[in-house]
C-alpha cells in the first residue's frame, strides 16, 4: 500500500504518449528505490494513453491518473505534477526516456547524505526509438559543486547543455520558493540556473538516465511559433520569443535569492550575457518576428544563414 507520505514524487506530464509509455512505466517499477508516488498528468490526450495508465494503476496503488479537461502546455502541465506532489523530493519523468534500476536510489543517496546538494541527476545515455543504446542527442551538464552560488548561476546559464538535469531530483523545499517552469519553450534552463543559486549540482556517473531520440520530441519541432503550441497549449508570438522570455526570468530569478546571494553578482553576469552581439542578435530577430514575421524571416536568411555557411566551409 502506498504510503500517505512518500519520500519522493514522481511527476509525468504526458500528451499522446502510446508510442513509449509502457516503457517509461516499467523502467520506473523496476528501480530499486521504492517509496515513492507517480503522478501522470494527462494532457488531454486523444490516443490510448489514459488507458494504458489505468491499467498499470489498477495493478499498483503508488501510481495517480490526472486528466486535464485540455491541453495547458507543456509548461503548466509540468507544475501540475509538483502542485499534486507530496514527496521531500521531486523528479520529473517523461513518457519516453527510461531509467537504470539504480537511478533512483542513487540520486536520492547524494541528497540524503549532502544538504548543499539542491540537484541529484543522472549520466545520459541516448535511446533509439526501437530501444538500442547510442550518444545521447546534445551535451551534458557537469557536476557544479563551487561553494560560490554566483558562479554555479553563471555555471548553469553557460553550461546546461541539453537540460537533461531537468529530469534529476530535486528537494521539494527549493522548488516551493522557486519560479518553476514559465510558459515559453527552454524554461527549464531557468528551473536549472534558479536551483544553482539554492546547491551545488552532484551529476551520479553510475546512474543512468536514457532519453530517447524520435521525431516527435519538442527539440525537432524548428517553427518556434508551433512550438509555442506544445509549450503554452496555444499559438502565441510572445512565446516563440524564447530568449527574451528567458533573458526576462532570468533577471526575474537574480532578484528573488537576496537572503543566498547579492542580487548584483547576478544581475552582473546576465547584463554582460544580454549584451554579447550574439545575444543582441537573438533579441532583434525575436523582436522583429513578433512585428512582423516576414521581415524576420527576411533578416534570419540575410544574416544568420550566410554565417553558417561561411562556418562550415571553413570547417572544410
Known sequence: ????????????????????IRDALDSILAQTFTDFELIVCDNASDDETCAVVEEYAAKDDRIRLIRNPRNLGASANYNLGYEHGRGEYLKWCAHDDTLSPNNLEACIEVLDARPDVALAFASTRGITGSGRITRPTGEETPSLEDSDPALRFRQAIELSGTCFPIFGVFRRANLDRSTLHRPYYG??????????IMG???????????????EQRSINIDDKVQRSLWQTGKKSRGAAAEHLNLTKHLFEIASRHGDIVSPWRLYGH???????????????????????????GAAKNLFVRPARSQQASEAV
Open 1 to 20: 500500500m502506498v504510503q500517505s507520505n512518500p519520500k519522493l514524487t514522481l511527476a509525468m506530464p504526458v500528451y499522446n504518449g502510446t508510442n513509449y
Open 187 to 196: 524554461s527549464d534552463r531557468g528551473v536549472i540556473a534558479e536551483h544553482a
Open 200 to 214: 551545488k549540482f552532484v551529476r551520479v556517473e553510475d546512474a543512468i538516465f536514457y532519453n530517447r531520440e524520435h
Open 270 to 296: 546576465l547584463l554582460g550575457r544580454s549584451l554579447k552581439p550574439i545575444q543582441l542578435g537573438r533579441y532583434g530577430l525575436e523582436l522583429a518576428n513578433m512585428i512582423s514575421p516576414a521581415a524576420a
